[in-house]
């Protein structure tokens, strides 16, 4: 897939976030990159032979204090190649895409490993009633 495209699906994820969402974004910047480095899959303990589709980069909202100011912007960075690689259609990248956001998003909320599976059935349950 082109990058242009990949961008507009990435585009089009973003557009489609709830409000609520969109509203908490603040100095939050994303990315798409090719794929991460192995230097970024050793720092974040990826075992060999697996990958990342997405990386948060910075300090979760429920981390923030009231001297969190003047800071880089948070990152989120999509990778398009795992991403491509592990769909078999442009309509299943399009859904990794935004799975793999809205992982993402988790993590600058707060949300842990341990508690994003529960999360993600949550939003698997209302994309379905959309």
Request: contains cysteine; glycine residues 6%.
């Amino acid at each position: 897939m082109k990058k242009k495209r990949f961008e507009e699906l990435v585009d089009g994820a973003l557009s489609s976030l709830p409000e609520e969402f969109s509203e908490l974004l603040d100095n939050v910047s994303i990315f798409i990159a090719g794929q991460p480095s192995r230097e970024t899959l050793r720092e974040m303990g990826v075992p060999e032979g697996e990958t990342l589709l997405g990386l948060y980069e910075g300090v979760p909202l429920t981390e923030r204090t009231s001297d969190y100011g003047l800071v880089a912007p948070d990152t989120i960075t999509i990778f398009q190649k795992p991403i491509e690689e592990s769909c078999d259609s442009e309509d299943e990248v399009a859904e990794q895409i935004r799975r793999t956001i809205l992982h993402e998003l988790a993590h600058h909320f707060g949300i842990d490993e341990d508690r994003m599976d529960e999360v993600e059935q949550q939003w698997d349950k209302r994309a379905g009633q959309d």
